[in-house]
């Protein structure tokens, strides 16, 4: 059955909806996009995106496409024209179409669009064993804090990590590690402090990863915000990554070697069951 997607204004089933060759986002990739995750029909940290979106879209000279209240009914009217009870929202604004130049008018017309997808956000069947990742140089642009549709450095090193058998990827650089190919990664140390890397354009301002934070004291853990290297993530008790996509996901190994026991962590464990208790009990219905 054809998915009902949103474009420019319009509700057309997928296989109507056409954008432009001209458009930016295609010849440039020149868009900002977010993820919402829906359960029950609810959207779940959806003020966090919808604030990202408009830091993105800000950063690179994109205009907001509708209201902050039309938007929301968007994201009401697509669950429901699609009868997604668990799934994904994706939303996307590219500069808009005209003839291929580096140079851009001003005036440009953004191009808008939404589609869902179906997908078990509650009932992941990887949280049970955990995530394996390989170690990747970090060869994206400088400017990851803005969640840009440049997303081929991230799918080819996935592809690549798939090839040796791993389930994704962490970038480091300098030394350090970012992030995972498109989740924030984290570290519970042995001393029971969950480390995460600190907020700078070295990686995306997860929504997610901020939720996690606010949440750490329910799951008995301190939190800290600094860099740290794959050698005292392989030392840690726990390690998982955060997002829309995934909630919180245990990590169980890094290049073949086990992270504590090699199993997904207690307090990642918990610390997942306090983030879904509370987005279920926030989540934003019609």
Same mark, same amino acid.
């Given at each position: 059955?054809?998915?009902?997607v949103y474009?420019?204004?319009?509700?057309?089933?997928?296989?109507?909806?056409?954008?432009?060759?001209f458009?930016?986002?295609?010849?440039?990739?020149?868009?900002?996009?977010?993820?919402?995750?829906?359960?029950?029909?609810?959207?779940?940290?959806?003020?966090?995106?919808?604030?990202?979106?408009?830091?993105?879209l800000?950063?690179?000279?994109?205009?907001?496409?509708?209201?902050?209240?039309?938007?929301l009914d968007?994201?009401?009217?697509?669950v429901?024209?699609?009868?997604?009870?668990?799934?994904?929202?994706?939303?996307?604004?590219s500069?808009?179409?005209?003839?291929?130049?580096?140079?851009?008018?001003?005036?440009?017309?953004?191009?808008?669009?939404?589609?869902?997808q179906a997908f078990?956000?509650?009932?992941n069947?990887?949280?049970?064993?955990?995530?394996?990742v390989?170690?990747?140089?970090?060869g994206r642009?400088?400017?990851?804090?803005?969640?840009?549709?440049?997303?081929?450095y991230s799918?080819?090193?996935?592809?690549?990590?798939?090839?040796?058998?791993?389930?994704?990827?962490?970038?480091?650089?300098?030394?350090?590690?970012?992030?995972? %190919?498109? @989740?924030?990664? /984290?570290? !519970? =140390? &042995?001393?029971g *402090? #969950?480390?995460?890397?600190?907020? %700078?354009n @070295?990686?995306? /301002?997860? !929504? =997610? &990863?901020?939720? *996690? #934070?606010?949440?750490?004291?329910?799951?008995?853990?301190q939190?800290?915000e600094?860099a740290?290297s794959?050698?005292?993530?392989l030392?840690?008790?726990?390690a998982?990554?955060?997002?829309?996509?995934?909630?919180?996901?245990?990590?169980?190994?890094?290049?073949?070697?086990?992270?504590?026991?090699?199993?997904?962590?207690?307090?990642t464990?918990?610390?997942?069951?306090?983030?879904?208790?509370?987005?279920?009990?926030?989540?934003?219905?019609?």
């Open positions: 059955m054809s998915r009902i474009l420019n204004g319009q509700w057309l089933p997928e296989d109507e909806a056409k954008v432009s060759i458009d930016r986002g295609y010849t440039f990739a020149d868009a900002i996009y977010e993820v919402t995750a829906v359960i029950g029909g609810k959207l779940l940290d959806y003020p966090g995106h919808v604030t990202r979106l408009k830091r993105s800000e950063a690179i000279g994109i205009p907001m496409p509708v209201g902050e209240n039309e938007l968007l994201h009401h009217e697509i429901a024209k699609n009868g997604v009870d668990e799934g994904l929202i994706y939303l996307q604004v500069r808009g179409a005209e003839d291929r130049n580096f140079l851009y008018s001003e005036d440009l017309k953004p191009t808008f669009s939404m589609f869902t078990p956000v509650l009932a069947p990887k949280v049970e064993s955990g995530i394996t390989v170690s990747m140089p970090d642009w400088v400017n990851r804090q803005i969640k840009t549709v440049q997303l081929l799918s080819l090193a996935k592809m690549e990590a798939k090839k040796q058998g791993a389930d994704d990827v962490i970038f480091v650089e300098d030394g350090f590690i970012t992030e995972a %190919s498109s @989740a924030n990664f /984290h570290i !519970i =140390t &042995r001393a *402090v #969950l480390v995460t890397r600190h907020l %700078s @070295a990686l995306l /301002h997860g !929504i =997610t &990863r901020g939720s *996690v #934070l606010g949440l750490a004291g329910k799951a008995d853990l939190f800290e600094r740290f794959v050698e005292e993530a030392d840690a008790a726990e998982f990554v955060t997002s829309a996509t995934n909630f919180v996901m245990p990590v169980v190994s890094i290049d073949g070697k086990a992270i504590g026991s090699g199993r997904p962590g207690a307090s464990l918990k610390l997942r069951e306090i983030y879904i208790a509370d987005k279920l009990a926030h989540a934003i219905g019609r």
